[in-house]
């Protein structure tokens, strides 16, 4: 009677350690400091599983953001996005990846070109590869974002160059997101 006892508290602590809805992930601060954290939270969630990502978000590195958006896809990720305060740069690509995306009338979205960044002391050749590099990534990343946002690439144009702040109700009235009123 004691080994049942125990058997049925045992079976009543392991229901209780099971995650109840979908796994809520937090991107926050820039994305170069949190990627490794966030890929692997990202990699708990079952293949076709669901999980949650509040961004609130800078952006970061472009290879980062191309990283966790390839996670959401190739694990085909049933992810909901809400963008609780930033989501700007390379922040898009992740939050582009979710199925389901919402924005307050507060939230804010920088859209921008990419930026170069050098290490010092970069030689000559190198310095024109990565030029080379730095044209073609920054036209294919420019794609994707338009094709995951289902985006028109013209508009996402406009957006990104110069470069402009989009607030969270007009990213919602382009029907980009839902907008949650809080």
């Known amino acids: ?5 125990r058997a049925g508290r045992q ?3 392991d229901e209780q350690e099971e995650p109840q809805g979908p796994l809520e992930i937090a991107i926050v601060g820039d994305l170069n400091d949190r ?7 990202l990699l708990e969630v ?5 999980c949650i990502l509040y961004f609130d978000s800078p952006g970061g ?15 085909r990720l049933n992810a909901t996005g ?8 390379a922040a898009l690509w992740p939050f582009a990846a ?3 995306r919402l924005v307050t009338p507060f939230s804010v979205l920088l859209f921008h070109p990419m930026k170069w960044q050098s290490e010092e002391h970069v ?3 190198e310095a024109t590869e990565w030029a080379r590099h730095f044209g073609e990534l920054e036209q294919t990343m420019d794609d994707v974002l338009a094709r995951y946002l289902k985006m028109p690439r013209k508009k996402l144009a406009a957006w990104m160059r110069p470069g402009r702040y989009v607030s969270g109700a007009e990213f919602a009235a382009e029907g980009l997101a839902e907008l949650f009123e809080i």
């Open 1 to 5: 009677m004691a080994d049942q006892n």
């Open 11 to 13: 079976h009543e602590d």
């Open 35 to 41: 990627a490794s954290d966030i890929t692997e939270k």
């Open 46 to 50: 079952p293949m076709d599983g669901e």
């Open 61 to 75: 590195s472009a290879y980062a953001a191309m990283s966790l958006l390839t996670i959401i896809a190739m694990r």
């Open 82 to 89: 809400i963008v609780t305060g930033e989501c700007s740069s």
């Open 98 to 100: 979710c199925r389901r």
């Open 123 to 125: 030689h000559h050749a």
